[in-house]
């Protein structure tokens, strides 16, 4: 099993920026491949934002293509989304996604607004 805990949304105005965290834990978390981030706005369905596999390779979506960084630290089991330049379209609930060879686990959300 694993755990993902996400951390860092809130408000912002449009322009601003915000970095969300997703910590990993438990014992299958060593056959994690790759780690990533979705959304859901209200009354839409949940849609990738940006991926990260545990070699580095990474995979955006092209809403958020120039604005949205992933990065990852394999030490800490930790997946980072650095968010700038927000605009009031990425107000969605934001869910960390983590891929193993057999399974697919997801954090419980954390909510970005963006205010225009």
């Known amino acids: 099993q694993v755990q993902l805990v996400e951390s860092g949304g809130g408000l912002v105005q449009a322009g601003g920026s915000l970095r969300l965290s997703c910590a990993a834990s438990?014992?299958?978390?060593?056959?994690?491949?790759?780690m990533g981030w979705y959304r859901q706005a209200p009354g839409k369905q949940r849609a990738l934002v940006a991926t990260i596999t545990s070699g580095g390779n990474t995979k955006f979506a092209d809403s958020v293509k120039g604005r949205f960084t992933i990065s990852r630290d394999n030490a800490q089991d930790t997946v980072y989304l650095q968010m700038n330049s927000l605009k009031p379209e990425d107000t969605a609930v934001y869910y960390c996604?983590?891929?193993?060879?057999?399974?697919?686990?997801w954090g419980q959300g954390t909510q970005v607004t963006v205010s225009s």
């Open positions: 996604n983590a891929l193993s060879m057999r399974y697919e686990y």
């Open positions: 438990g014992r299958s978390i060593f056959s994690i491949n790759a």
